[in-house]
């Protein structure tokens, strides 16, 4: 991977969840970048501070995106590639591969990544709301 993707991934697990949050307040405010973008199609503001709103969503992606990657990363590195190997010579598709061999192989460390990360994105979830709220 280049050096600057990979500082893109792990910046947002760096830097606390308030500036992220307000980094992505000041994108989502009325005057900024995004809403910018979709005024000329006619789109209304996306700046609002439910839980659901597309910045706290992304906000969330952010924070809990580059523990997904690395783990995810070295765990399908580490996989027996005579694993992938046999397969295709029994005429497993590409596709077949990764759902029949690879995830069920997978499991443990989806497990064990998403059910962390979902616990810490939860408790940080009312202060991401909080940085994101206009008012």
Known sequence: MPVSFQTCIVLPAVISPIAVATIWRRMYQRSGVINQMLDPFGLKALATSSPGS???VLCTLALAAPVF???F???FLAVPKA???TAHIDGVT???IYRRVIMPIALPVVV???LPEFLRNSNE???SVAAVDPG
Request: net charge negative; no cysteine.
């Open 73 to 75: 990363t070295a765990y």
């Open 94 to 96: 590409e596709s077949q």
């Open 83 to 85: 694993l992938q190997e």
């Open 69 to 71: 990657v690395f783990k």
């Open 125 to 127: 979830l009312f202060a």
């Open 112 to 114: 064990t990544t998403a």
């Open 54 to 56: 597309p910045d706290v």
